[in-house]
């Protein structure tokens, strides 16, 4: 590899679909490490964006990059089906001992959204229902199944009326919720009301063959819901016979202080897509069920070339051997905890942080026009690029990009939040500080 590409930085636009390459910030880099990345400007980055909730055990761990090696030198390839190795089932027995409930069989795929694919196929298939429900705000993916249930964003679905036969109901929100109300029994009451809706206006709920639901909200900009919202969910697709799926591809492999948010909100889902963390950074994911489940769908209804590749499942193996060892799904509760605490001492300060949510080390700041207290996504921009300047890298998220994403790897330190968080105040006061002084005298009481 080498050290100075920057020729090529500059021919990037032609190069790369904007699609693909046009993300914030999009910075060159010629190497990653535990917390670090190394960009191509000679500066070291602190990390708080884990390649979008993956390299949970820290970039290139020692012990990921050594299975790495052993497997290539061994089996690059299978394919799964084809080909039997050890890896592969290895992992699944291992996934099963830290899923919930009887999520105990797995049919491998590379991405979160072929999880999600497989998800929804295999629900379909299982009840010979057509119709699905999801909620608004929730992000899935972006092929054309995973679109119809994805709805963070309406320009992801511009021209592509993806019709997967689904219907969407709202997302847990306590805005509106009466003083004096509790803001659980509010948005359980409204998830109740939009579901008989629902039923009676729309669809009937014995043609509905799943409910699928990020547990967290991601994408959509970070909201954490009670864990009453998730039981009522259940409720009624108990009561209906309709398979309750969890995206768990941001959520999973220790994120949110637990293996998954199915156990740190204390719901288990008939179905779940898991990816992003599981392999450190390889392609690798998973639609998982139980055996019961998995048993009916027939050969060949579904299938993969190279999915659960066995260099990515043998990095799978390191991963949760690492995240194990070293403790790291407690490490992200401890330091979640903390960082959240600092996080609201900030706000208290700034009045451009209109909210922190949080669970684990998926932490959400929310930035708002201090005036009208409206979402500023711009106002993020400027803070996020103060950031970057300060040598601390963080991503977004919510529907106007308003949310800043701050999702480290689950091995940071005490000293490396008080360093990021640090940098984060001085640059949420330059941005105040602008705003009082460049943009409009009305800011100047604010
Ligand atoms: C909750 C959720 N589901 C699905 C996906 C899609 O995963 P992938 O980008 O690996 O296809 C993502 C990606 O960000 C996600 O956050």
Redesign the pocket.
């Known amino acids: 590899m080498s050290a100075n590409w920057n020729y090529l930085v500059h021919e990037m636009p032609d190069l790369l679909a904007p699609s693909m390459a046009k993300d914030h910030p999009n910075l060159p880099v010629i190497k990653a490490e535990g917390c670090y990345y190394y960009g191509l400007d000679g500066k070291q980055y602190l990390d708080f964006t884990s390649g979008?909730?993956t390299a949970n055990t820290g970039h290139r761990h020692p012990k990921v990059v050594q299975a790495i090696k052993d497997a290539a030198d061994h089996l690059m390839h299978g394919p799964s089906g084809v080909i039997m190795y050890e890896s592969i089932l290895k992992l699944a027995k291992e996934l099963s001992d830290i899923l919930p409930g009887d999520l105990d069989c797995f049919f491998f795929a590379n991405?979160?959204?072929?999880a999600?694919e497989g998800a929804i196929k295999l629900a379909k298939h299982v009840t010979k229902r057509p119709y699905v429900v999801s909620f608004i705000g929730?992000?899935?993916?972006r092929s054309l199944g995973?679109l119809s249930v994805t709805t963070s964003k309406a320009k992801y679905r511009k021209f592509l009326q993806p019709n997967g036969l689904v219907y969407q109901v709202p997302y847990a929100n306590a805005k509106g919720c009466p003083d004096g109300m509790d803001a659980e029994e509010y948005v359980v009451e409204k998830l109740v009301n939009d579901f008989e809706t629902l039923f009676n206006h729309q669809v009937t709920p014995e043609e509905v063959a799943c409910v699928i639901v990020?547990p967290v909200l991601?994408?959509g900009g970070y909201i954490v819901p009670p864990s009453g919202w998730l039981k009522k969910i259940r409720e009624i697709c108990n009561q209906h016979g309709i398979l309750l799926i969890f995206?768990e591809?941001?959520?999973g492999f220790g994120r949110t202080g637990e293996w998954f948010a199915a156990q740190a909100l204390d719901v288990t889902p008939d179905i779940m897509?898991i990816?992003?963390g599981i392999a450190s950074g390889l392609p690798l994911?998973a639609t998982v069920a139980s055996k019961e489940l998995m048993k009916q769908w027939p050969l060949g209804s579904h299938g993969t070339t190279f999915g659960g590749n066995p260099i990515a499942c043998e990095a799978a193996l390191a991963t949760l051997k690492v995240l194990k060892e070293e403790k790291l799904v407690e490490n992200a509760k401890k330091m979640g905890a903390y960082a959240a605490e600092k996080l609201k001492h900030i706000q208290e300060k700034y009045p451009v942080i209109g909210s922190v949510r949080s669970i684990g080390l998926m932490i959400g700041i929310e930035i708002v026009d201090p005036l009208t207290g409206k979402a500023d996504g711009n106002g993020l921009i400027n803070i996020l690029d103060k950031c970057l300047e300060k040598g601390v890298l963080f991503y977004l998220c919510g529907n106007s990009g308003e949310v800043i994403r701050m999702i480290p790897p689950l091995t940071i330190t005490k000293e490396q939040i008080d360093q990021g968080l640090a940098v984060l105040e001085t640059a949420v006061a330059e941005h105040l500080n602008e705003l009082k002084s460049e943009l409009s005298v009305q800011y100047q009481n604010v």
């Open positions: 979008i909730a991405s979160g959204t072929e999600i929730c992000f899935h993916g995973a990020e991601g994408e995206d591809v941001q959520t897509a990816a992003k994911s």
